[in-house]
């Protein structure tokens, strides 16, 4: 939208590559890496030197040329990107930094180490081994890697949580929402793509009482050994089948707010510093939780999740049960609402038909084309109303269970409208409000916090008051 200027843009595109890397990018080689406009030059030989100083913060020349690099390696694009802009953001994420260390926000070793092995596992999976790594990013040693990396993720996560502790203050009334549309001109009010509306019906195999116990006694068996002397973090990086956390040794780091199943929220918070619970069960399967730190509201805690082994039995038993379901629905013996809130093992969706809820955007739309390409292939093809073939399903957390979808409703291709897509206006017009509330704390922040810009990177035309003019 034009009301978003070109400064914003480039802040939020380059948010997505500081961050630790999540998805898989194809590895672009530094040779490859796209030419960026240069600033006005001397015609001196550049020496690598001090180019800028936020607080107790410095910049090198070299970080520019790193920044580049890191982009290209996530496969972004750097082609548009001035050097100029680059220093900016650089600029932004030392203030950050600066500012998170002044409002007493820590990052622990614990913390840097998990980010660490993840970055490290990614690197390795696409480039082929440590040693490459290390060659990749000219370190002399695997040590000096470390060191430099450490350095670059620990000021990363500063800048995140200095980042998100000001955004997340930010909060929009319904009358905000509706002032905000009024604003945006008839030529540029947004476009959003087709949208379905989904609903499913799980059936899940049962396990069971005997493979149950089974997990349940490795699990004791794993906290004996561990009161015992054994490392938490190396029986969860050999054993745990949580994927988001095995990598780290099973880290996590929570509050009461933080989006977790309530099962295990409630055993987190019962239990004392240094103490390991016993086994317990969510939907993902049986965990143990030793907690490493209390900090106030905050906990640091490592955790082993163990899922029982399905049969082959309780699989074929599920897809009978989840096939006879579809035979009622289509035989109209009972809607696919009434089988959903009765027959479905997902409590999630249940209670309101199965309909199924956009992670994304919190509301029960899906835009085709931001669809996940799993899902996608699962009903970009269904017509209304119509019910899909019993689908095998392997989530994350590797449990299997048996589904079926229908599309209950399609919305086309529309320009937005105020009533039909407030959900959506009304995240536009709170990511504005928080753009503002970013845009006046850079104000604040930089009148008083040192900065001191060095050469001809003075004559960049920067979008903050980097030189307090």
């Not at 406009?37 to 001196?44: A, E, M, Q, Y």
């Not at 290209?72 to 802009?85: L, N």
């Not at 953001?89 to 926000?105: N, T």
Request: hydrophobic share 35%; with cysteine.
């Amino acid at each position: 939208m034009k009301s978003i200027n070109n400064r914003i843009a480039l802040t939020f595109f380059l948010l997505l590559f500081t961050s630790v890397i999540t998805s898989a990018q194809e590895i672009i080689k530094d040779s490859v890496i796209a030419p960026v406009k240069k600033i006005k030059s001397t015609g001196k030989l550049k020496i690598d030197g001090v180019i800028a100083t936020v607080g107790d913060y410095i910049i090198l020349d070299s970080d520019i040329d790193k920044s580049f690099l890191e982009i290209s390696t996530q496969g972004g694009s750097v082609s548009d990107i001035s050097r100029c802009q680059m220093l900016g953001k650089l600029l932004e994420d030392k203030l950050y930094a600066h500012q998170a260390i002044q409002d007493s926000i820590v990052v622990t070793d614990s913390e840097v180490k998990g980010m660490m092995e993840d970055r490290l596992n990614y690197m390795i999976e696409k480039i082929g081994s440590l040693e490459k790594v290390v060659q990749y990013y000219k370190k002399d040693s695997e040590e000096e890697f470390r060191t430099y990396f450490s350095d670059i993720l620990k000021e990363g996560k500063l800048s995140s949580e200095m980042r998100n502790k000001i955004v997340e203050a930010v909060e929009i009334t319904p009358e905000e929402v509706r002032n905000y549309f009024k604003t945006i001109p008839k030529s540029d009010l947004p476009t959003f793509g087709v949208e379905l509306e989904v609903a499913q019906i799980v059936v899940t195999p049962k396990v069971s009482a005997e493979d149950k116990q089974k997990v349940i006694d490795r699990l004791n068996e794993f906290k004996k050994e561990i009161q015992e002397g054994s490392s938490f973090s190396t029986k969860a990086v050999l054993y745990s089948q949580d994927p988001g956390s095995r990598s780290n040794g099973g880290y996590y780091k929570m509050n009461r707010k933080t989006p977790f199943v309530k099962e295990f929220k409630e055993v987190a918070f019962s239990l004392a510093e240094g103490e390991i619970s016993a086994p317990f069960e969510t939907d993902f399967g049986y965990h143990i939780i030793y907690v490493e730190k209390i900090k106030g509201q905050e906990i640091e805690l490592r955790h082993i999740l163990l899922s029982p082994t399905i049969t082959e039995k309780a699989l074929d038993e599920a897809k009978e049960k989840i096939t006879l379901i579809k035979k009622r629905i289509e035989d109209k013996e009972i809607t696919f609402a009434e089988a959903a809130r009765t027959l479905s093992d997902e409590k999630e969706t249940r209670a309101n038909g199965g309909v199924l809820i956009n992670p994304q955007t919190q509301d029960t739309r899906f835009e085709l084309t931001k669809m996940d390409p799993t899902f996608y292939s699962q009903v970009s093809n269904l017509k209304a109303n119509q019910v899909s073939v019993p689908i095998l399903d392997q989530g994350e957390e590797g449990k299997k269970k048996f589904k079926l979808i229908t599309v209950t409703n399609r919305i086309d291709e529309h320009t937005a409208d105020y009533a039909k897509d407030y959900i959506k206006i009304k995240e536009l017009a709170l990511k504005n409000k928080q753009i503002k509330a970013i845009g006046k704390w850079f104000n604040e922040k930089i009148k008083e916090t040192y900065i001191k810009i060095i050469g001809e990177y003075r004559d960049c035309d920067f979008a903050n008051n980097w030189l307090k003019k």
